[in-house]
DNA sequence: GACCTGCTGCGGCGTG
């Protein structure tokens, strides 16, 4: 492309503010061969190239966020040149970090702007390089960026001194984290560094309702954020539920000699799913969402080997966070590469970041976490015009006369209907909100005194609550929280009152882990033939023999060097799914068992249901006329009182705290509480709790046992501990309501 | 009944 003729001049675009970027920008546009800009990147040049404001962009993924944001920074970074870095862009992955350094380079290249990148992976060599002539784009992580503060404390105010963009990239992937609370925090102090305020931009998939995303951008002036929106709009959705029967032990035909784990291991409920998956993708380009690494791994050894029957190559790659670097790259590679027939099977890896290019098909296997990671996954699916598809697969159990309530009422089945149809209706989760961050709190604390080498208590409370990220906390818990820190050693005082670290706390800033917000687990390192695999967590039993399941391949156990923490394996035609490590705590919406119940109550039935599914769908019915639920919300079956709040797992799980409260023995099973005793005793309790009013989260949270779940909980004065777990996971209000509509 | 992300300084060794 050596000309640029007026015709397909970009500038020729409606509003026309691409005069407005710098003209060697232009040219580079020109010699890309664009038509024309992409909708964001059209509305985003005049608000970022004034340089003045926060702004958000957002819309759907591949869009051209990144270019949308750059064109005009570059615009000004071409204009004249300063001594420092310019512009910060702060990614969550490093895989995105090198992405956008990648494309970055060619477009600043010719504008004589330096782009660095700084993660893990990047040689001390080119960091050194960055600090000894600083300038440009610097392209980083939060935990590098976390480092700098620490390391080179002292140098990042003349490092940042001409700095006027901060972009963060992935916006919605920080909302509502502790990374996203730390990142927060480090971008006010970099204002803080420099006295004066940078504008940011936000690169966001679409969010609901943005004031969230705005006001996570910039706490306190969220009302003040720039919101540029270029949706594309939902095209074209081909969706199908395929309901299974998952058949009960004794139903299962066992051939002679055969248990469970027989030839493959697999019981044939897999197999059924398997098979369609197989029949359906094989020969085209998709990705299977598998919710947990175990079934990943289950799915992508089944689909492996039906490929090996079939006497195909395989095109079946197993794709999750323990899986080596090196496997997953080669996996994303074969798929983007379009030479051959890929599909993988996956977990929530791929919902964000890597590019893979738009396939032709979503497979979700079992109940979506959310309706918002629903969302997120379809919008890999159906780009350039094609139709969006989605196949969502859902076993049920075989019922017998001992069934437990939900299997009787096809929870799994209603539950992925019931998102299914808020997703149709454009709703989804908000990202969560509302809880304080003590623990990430204890990391910016001590991160502030690395910094500076000791910090008063005021000025301390000032620079991170007050007018930073932990505005929630005030100056009396504040005072409380760092008792609590100078008692267990974190902290120490001078004679002057200068906060320092403390005996434990310079241990704690000494070892790198600190960077990250987050807790890690220490883990074993798989190794085949020299080649690492992967990693497993350490408490994993594993013995010279064990047979294995992992990279979608078979394995057994060679043998295991406890002080390396290496595994080594040979292939082996027998092979289990490993467990991994959970922790997990639930998190369905008040809104997704509101639908429940509407699904239960109404009698239509969704075109997207296959026969089986609208079999289950049916029989779901069935039972919740039965037991007359569209009346009443409370009936005894057996020795246990079932109560059916129709509620989130915050007001389930609160409600099963406040009847633990009153010495009852609750079990809950998703959205239902299971009691054991007599259902006047149930309800009298239930009757207590509505005449007391909302329970009281600091009486609740005696009984949970651990409530220290994030990483420096353990430091946390007890009663804040209790203060933030309430508002993470309870919902004292709702449970007040709940139980309130339950006596109805 | 879950998932994901990230990280420094330094000693030891081999190579140019």
Redesign the pocket.
């Known amino acids: 492309m050596s000309s640029h003729p007026s015709s397909s001049d970009p500038s020729g675009s409606a509003s026309g503010s691409f005069h407005r970027l710098h003209p060697k920008v232009q040219r580079w546009v020109w010699t890309q061969g664009w038509k024309e800009l992409r909708g964001i990147q059209e509305v985003a040049i005049a608000p970022i190239i004034e340089g003045t404001q926060d702004v958000i962009l957002s819309a759907s993924t591949a869009s051209g966020k990144t270019e949308a944001a750059f064109l005009p920074i570059c615009s000004r970074l071409a204009e004249d040149s300063g001594g420092s870095v310019r512009a910060i862009y702060i990614g969550?992955?490093?895989?995105?970090?090198n992405d956008q350094f990648e494309r970055l380079d060619g477009l600043c290249d010719g504008l004589g702007i330096a782009v660095h990148r700084?993660?893990?992976?990047?040689s001390?060599g080119h960091?050194a390089r960055l600090l000894k002539s600083p300038a440009g784009i610097l392209l980083?992580?939060?935990?590098?960026l976390?480092?700098l503060f620490i390391?080179q404390g002292s140098a990042l105010a003349s490092l940042f001194s001409s700095l006027e963009h901060i972009v963060i990239d992935e916006l919605h992937?920080f909302i509502g984290?502790e990374?996203g609370c730390q990142l927060q925090s480090l971008l006010h102090r970099v204002e803080l560094t420099l006295r004066r305020n940078v504008p940011r931009v936000g690169l966001s998939a679409t969010l609901g309702d943005m004031t969230l995303a705005a006001e996570f951008l910039r706490p306190g002036a969220g009302e003040k954020v720039r919101l540029c929106n270029s949706d594309s709009g939902g095209g074209e959705l081909l969706l199908q539920l395929r309901g299974y029967r998952k058949r009960t032990p004794d139903a299962r035909r066992l051939a002679p000699g055969e248990d469970e784990e027989s030839s493959d291991g697999l019981p044939e409920d897999e197999h059924d799913v398997g098979a369609h998956l197989f029949k359906t993708l094989r020969g085209t380009h998709n990705l299977v969402f598998a919710?947990?690494?175990?079934?990943?791994e289950l799915y992508a050894d089944l689909l492996r080997r039906m490929c090996e029957q079939a006497q195909l190559p395989n095109e079946f790659f197993p794709h999750?966070?323990?899986l080596s670097k090196e496997l997953?790259e080669e996996a994303e590679a074969a798929l983007k590469a379009r030479q051959r027939p890929v599909n993988l099977v996956?977990?929530?890896?791929l919902e964000m970041?890597i590019d893979v290019g738009a396939v032709q098909s979503i497979a979700q296997v079992g109940?979506p976490?959310?309706v918002a990671?629903l969302r997120q996954r379809l919008g890999r699916s159906g780009r350039k015009g094609g139709p969006a598809v989605l196949r969502l697969y859902l076993q049920e159990a075989e019922l017998t006369k001992t069934s437990p309530l939900p299997d009787q009422l096809r929870?799994?089945l209603v539950?992925s209907v019931a998102m299914l149809e808020l997703l149709l209706t454009n709703w989804f989760e908000p990202p969560a909100s509302g809880a304080f961050h003590f623990s990430t709190l204890v990391q910016q604390l001590l991160s502030l005194i690395a910094q500076h080498g000791g910090v008063k208590a005021g000025e301390a409370f000032s620079a991170l609550c007050q007018a930073g990220p932990f505005a929630r906390v005030s100056r009396e818990d504040f005072v409380h929280f760092l008792r609590g820190l100078g008692q267990r050693e974190l902290l120490s005082q001078s004679s002057d009152g200068t906060l320092l670290l403390g005996r434990v706390g310079e241990r704690i800033v000494n070892?790198?882990?600190?960077?990250?917000a987050?807790?890690?687990v220490e883990e074993f390192r798989l190794v085949a033939s020299g080649r690492t695999l992967g990693t497993m967590p350490i408490d994993q039993p594993l013995f010279v023999g064990t047979y294995l399941i992992f990279g979608g391949r078979r394995w057994r156990v060679l043998a295991v060097q406890g002080d390396e923490k290496v595994v080594e394996l040979e292939p082996a035609p027998a092979g289990r799914v490993p467990m991994?490590?959970?922790?997990?705590?639930?998190?369905?919406h008040d809104r997704v068992r509101e639908q429940m119940r509407a699904v239960y109550a109404g009698d239509g039935i969704p075109r997207y249901l296959d026969a089986r599914a609208q079999e289950l769908l049916a029989e779901a019915r069935a039972t919740f006329q039965r037991w007359g639920l569209s009346e009443r919300s409370i009936i005894t079956s057996g020795r246990e009182v079932h109560v059916f709040p129709w509620a989130g797992d915050a007001v389930v799980h609160t409600l099963a705290l406040s009847l633990q409260a009153s010495g009852l023995s609750v079990e809950t099973l998703?959205?239902v509480l299971s009691v054991e005793g007599m259902q006047s005793d149930v309800e009298g309790a239930l009757r207590g709790l509505v005449a007391e009013g909302p329970p009281r989260a600091e009486a609740l949270t005696t009984h949970v046992a651990n409530m220290a779940l994030e990483k420096h909980d353990g430091f946390v004065p007890e009663d804040l501990l209790a203060r933030d777990y309430a508002a993470r996971y309870l919902d004292v209000q709702g449970a007040w309501r709940a139980a309130q509509r339950v006596l109805q």
Request: aromatic share 10%; hydrophobic share 30%; glycine share 10%.
């Open positions: 969550p992955l490093k895989a995105l970090i700084w993660h893990g992976d990047v001390q960091k980083i992580t939060p935990e590098s976390e480092a390391r992937a984290t990374r919710n947990s690494r175990a079934n990943v999750h966070g323990n997953r996956c977990t929530t890896t970041g109940v976490p959310s990671s929870m799994r539950q070892q790198y882990s600190f960077y990250a987050f807790a890690s991994f490590e959970s922790t997990g705590v639930g998190g369905v998703g959205a």
